[in-house]
């Protein structure tokens, strides 16, 4: 038996960091909806009580590192489940780039585990084991659009935007999610985003309202320590982007682009400089 799951990539319309918690996490206000670049897990029973991960990409881990493999650990562990699992990832979403990929894979493999091995696990219990595994993993666990609060495991449902084109952009470089908030000063945020406003515009299908109220404090952070993720962002506006945004803590940035007509211009203009460019629809 083989069991499919998609697991589409995360974009945070809004990212606030309000203080850091007495346990070391940061208390957080997110705005996330997700997009049309997904990866795929399929997933198939073995008989003997082993995980095995396999991936065309030569570049993720397939051990203990691996996030789908710490997922298919956690509810074997937590479920007493004797039997293996092999599960092939077909990765498209890029990495270390601020879109949730690895929590998504794991939140894909506990929903396609629950299903492979019959254990009829609530959503709400699957969002809290992913709350074990990252602070992405519960919202990545249902998708749609929510507002993120806690650390991020805690999640109040919002209307998806308007349907809109989405161009990601991620520059060659890795961006350490670890040092981005250990570097993060609360206090020096002159402004900070309003997850009530973005959520009143996308209520009322306000475009150009979700555009303007599009902010990440993180942003200065990151593009302090890598100035091209600005020039990314300055070019994507540049070339007519609606509104840009640098996603999660990067260094991927989105655009949101309401006419298909200025798709192909943006998309080209990107790719003269940065490789790695998508366009890809909201997912609504």
């Known amino acids: 038996m083989k069991i499919y799951e998609k697991a589409p990539a995360k974009i945070n319309l809004m990212l606030d960091v309000l203080h850091k918690r007495p346990d070391g996490y940061h208390e957080v206000e997110m705005v996330m909806t997700m997009v049309d670049l997904a990866d795929r897990l399929e997933m198939s029973a073995l008989p003997r009580d082993t995980i095995i991960i396999s991936s065309q990409a030569g570049y993720i881990p397939l051990d203990e590192k691996n996030l789908a493999f710490q997922a298919a650990r956690l509810i074997k562990d937590r479920y007493d489940v004797k039997s293996g699992v092999h599960i092939h990832l077909d990765k498209k979403i890029p990495v270390a780039a601020g879109l949730a990929g690895g929590s998504s894979d794991a939140a894909a493999t506990l929903r396609g585990l629950n299903r492979l091995w019959d254990l009829n696990i609530p959503v ?64 020096q945020v002159k402004e900070h985003p309003s997850a009530q406003g973005m959520i009143r515009a996308i209520e009322a299908g306000d475009f150009h309202g979700v555009c ?51 798709v192909a211009r943006i998309y080209n203009g990107l790719r003269g400089f940065c490789k790695e460019v998508y366009a890809v629809r909201l997912l609504t």
Request: hydrophobic share 40%; aromatic share 6%.
């Open 124 to 187: 709400e219990e699957l969002q809290k084991l992913g709350a074990e595994l990252g602070s992405d993993v519960p919202f990545c666990v249902t998708g749609g659009t929510a507002l993120a609060t806690g650390r991020g495991e805690k999640l109040t449902p919002v209307a998806n935007p308007l349907q809109c084109w989405v161009i990601l952009a991620k520059p060659p470089i890795n961006v350490s999610t670890a040092e981005v908030y250990g570097k993060f000063r609360a206090a």
């Open 212 to 262: 303007s109220r599009l902010g990440n404090v993180l942003e200065d952070v990151t593009l302090r320590l890598h100035p091209e993720v600005q020039q990314l962002k300055e070019g994507m506006l540049r070339l007519g982007a609606d509104g840009a945004l640098m996603s999660g803590s990067g260094p991927t940035v989105f655009g949101l682009v309401y006419k298909e007509s200025k």
